[in-house]
């Protein structure tokens, strides 16, 4: 069929957001599986005849899942997603954030937004796909563990790099009001875990602190953010324009008059491309290898451990580059170029060679907030971007 005859937005989009009614209602919060929403994909991918592919975690809690839609040639395009979310505990939302609610031309549930409106807007456009007889591949990659550093993708995307024919590039569909972002931030996260020795409180000489000694660590981290503020480039393109540093969780202690035994801090760094995060941090490592032997100088059991926990490459502008332009026809944008501050996955795929861009519906300033929602005019502005997809993978472009 020609889809500019029979495909419109407007049939498109009321399957997407079927489809997402049920992608919400999986409560795929990061500290759980994903599995049933999984197999939720896999039955509809099923129904269709599209064959999928599963790359799990270590234990099979947690799975990726590719597919391809078309014939099996070099040239495709990669529609990449993940299928976790935030947690909701303790956020005060007004309806049940894993049913979708629509109110007010907004369709409120958790993941609504962040990301499962890209996902159920790539899916709905499969049968569509298929109908055109495609001469171009489209690839679904959906991924776990996005919202906990980006952990889940880089098994998949190894996959898609030495076992597929070669994509040509991959939409990322992170929220981004529809428009192409070609650039973010990366984002490196660690454990920072101080042992220390307990004594009464009064007599300091028999002890050594843990939170005392984590405290003088972090003060150096605060020293830090500063400096990488100060050093902020005139000309950077981000909001803000630095590399920036926080610590963002922090447990020690036992009691007031107890010399703490432990103290655990975990802090992020997420630097613009072309800033190494292993040189910014370098003098902050020497200082936990110098605090570690000196705890360890005084009590063997004590000491500093430093855990990277997370590695998220940043995603760097493309000269010319042909998933942004891809995007920006298929979304009908021809605003400025973009770039944002959060990380996502689209940095894994650039550093494994793919031609990258960042385009979905919603914003980001709804996501990971109570009552978090995808405008429906987002969904519908979605809705147009796939069923121009089609119309490519109908000519083969």
């Known amino acids: 069929m020609s889809s500019s005859q029979t495909l419109t937005p407007q049939t498109l989009t009321p399957r997407a957001l079927e489809i997402l009614d049920r992608l ?4 795929t919060t990061s500290r759980l599986s994903n599995l049933a929403l999984i197999e939720w994909v896999e039955a509809y991918l099923d129904g269709h005849g599209v064959g999928h592919r599963r790359v799990p975690n270590a234990d099979g809690t947690k799975t990726n899942l590719i597919a391809t839609i078309g014939p099996d040639i070099p040239g495709g395009v990669v529609l990449s997603g993940h299928t976790d979310v935030v947690p909701v505990d303790g956020q005060p939302w007004t309806s049940d954030p894993f049913q979708v609610t629509p109110r007010g031309g907004r369709l409120y549930g958790r993941g609504t937004c962040d990301m499962k409106g ?8 499969v049968p569509d796909i298929l109908s055109v007889q495609p001469k171009k591949p489209v690839h ?19 996959i898609i790099a030495s076992e597929l024919p070669r994509p040509a590039l ?23 875990t101080v042992r220390g020795h307990e004594a009464h ?7 050594a602190s843990a939170n005392m000694v984590a405290i003088r660590l972090m003060g150096m981290l605060c020293d830090l953010a500063e400096q990488l503020e100060r050093d902020a480039d005139p000309a950077s393109p981000f909001t803000p324009r630095h590399a920036t540093l926080t610590v963002g969780q922090v447990n020690g202690g036992t009691a007031v008059n107890i010399l703490a035994r432990e103290c655990v801090f975990f802090f992020d760094l997420r630097s613009p491309p072309g800033l190494d995060p292993k040189a910014v941090l370098a003098p902050f ?12 100088a005084r009590f063997p059991d004590t000491g500093v451990e430093v855990v990277q926990r997370s590695h998220t490459p ?29 990380a996502a996955e689209a940095g894994q795929f650039q550093e494994a060679g793919f031609s990258t861009v960042i385009c979905g519906p919603g914003s980001i300033d709804q996501a990971h907030q109570p009552d978090e929602f995808v405008e429906v005019s987002q969904m519908e502005r979605g809705g147009a971007f796939m069923a121009r997809l089609v119309d490519w993978a109908a000519a083969g472009e």
Do not use: W
């Open 201 to 207: 409180s009064s007599q300091t000489q028999l002890g």
């Open 24 to 27: 919400v209602a999986f409560d």
């Open 118 to 125: 890209f996902l159920a807007l790539s899916l709905a456009a």
């Open 314 to 342: 940043p995603l760097a502008p493309e000269t010319d580059g042909a998933a942004e332009a891809f995007a920006r026809r298929l979304a009908g944008d021809n605003g400025p170029a973009r770039v944002v501050a959060f």
């Open 170 to 192: 991959v939409v990322v569909g992170e929220p981004t009001n529809m428009e192409a972002v070609s650039g973010h931030k990366g984002i490196n996260t660690f454990r920072v």
């Open 140 to 158: 679904l990659a959906f991924s776990y563990d996005e919202e906990v550093g980006c952990i889940g993708a880089p098994d998949m995307i190894r």
């Open 285 to 296: 490592f020497a200082a936990c290898e110098a605090a570690d032997a000196a705890l360890k």
